[in-house]
T-cell receptor
Framework: AQKITQTQPGMFVQEKEAVTLDCTYD???????LFWYKQPSSGEMIFLIY??????QNATEGRYSLNFQKARKSANLVISASQLGDSAMYFC??????????????FGDGTTLTVKP | ETGVTQTPRHLVMGMTNKKSLKCEQH?????MYWYKQSAKKPLELMFV???????ENNSVPSRFSPECPNSSHLFLHLHTLQPEDSALYLC?????????????FGNGTRLTVT
């Protein structure tokens, strides 16, 4: 069964500093995708970044990068130069490519990030 | 219009009411989803539609009834709900059901059952 673990219920970071949000996953599938989503207080879930299980390079999207360590089954999100607008809930998610869970997205419990001015 | 649009944004209904949530996507995607997000719980997948066909019903009670008339529209019909059904209901779409296809979400409908 696929599972996502986010061990940090809440995180604080000073504006302009970098922050790492942790995510570990569990799957027996060889082909899967890892995603991070941001959910501001308004409720909409916003897709941030994607990492494929076969990708050798870490994904980057602007100030977001994904620190992918396949052997450790971790997919941490790094946000550089934090801004006040980064304050939100962040969810790590996984989609498997094969088996009975193919295509389904499993989400972690989320991490609430607060950026302090 | 772009993205995924959900209406209404807020809904208050009694346990004997019948209401419907609407979702529309303008992204040309082939898969659509309903998720439930309750306080203190992870996101729960409710239903999946691929090319208008329901491919997943995640043991959802029959008081929730989905409808997908075409690949751009998705409805969730609600009847005789319980107070524990109060939650944020999120609609999402993806290009395909493949593992490399991210979900694109709407703003959600915040439902309160009284």
């Amino acid at each position: 069964a696929q599972k996502i673990t986010q061990t940090q219920p809440g995180m604080f970071v000073q504006e302009k500093e970098a922050v790492t949000l942790d995510c570990t996953y569990d799957t027996s599938d060889q082909s899967y995708g890892l995603f991070w989503y941001k959910q501001p207080s308004s409720g909409e879930m916003i897709f941030l970044i994607y990492q494929g299980s076969y990708d050798e390079q870490n994904a980057t999207e602007g100030r977001y990068s994904l620190n992918f360590q396949k052997a450790r089954k971790s997919a941490n999100l790094v946000i550089s130069a934090s801004q006040l607008g980064d304050s939100a809930m962040y969810f790590c998610a996984m989609r498997e490519g094969q088996g009975t869970n193919a295509g389904k997205s499993t989400f972690g419990d989320g991490t609430t990030l607060t950026v302090k001015p | 219009e772009t993205g995924v649009t959900q209406t209404p944004r807020h809904l208050v209904m009694g346990m004997t009411n019948k209401k419907s949530l609407k979702c529309e996507q303008h992204l040309g995607h082939n898969a659509m989803y309903w998720y439930k997000q309750s306080a203190k719980k992870p996101l729960e997948l409710m239903f999946v539609y691929n090319f208008k066909e329901q491919t997943e019903n995640n043991s959802v009670p029959s008081r929730f009834s989905p409808e997908c008339p075409n690949s751009s529209h998705l409805f969730l019909h609600l009847h005789t709900l319980q107070p524990e059904d109060s939650a944020l209901y999120l609609c999402a779409s993806s290009s395909t059901g493949a593992e490399n296809s991210p979900l694109h979400f709407g703003n959600g409908t915040r439902l309160t059952v009284t």
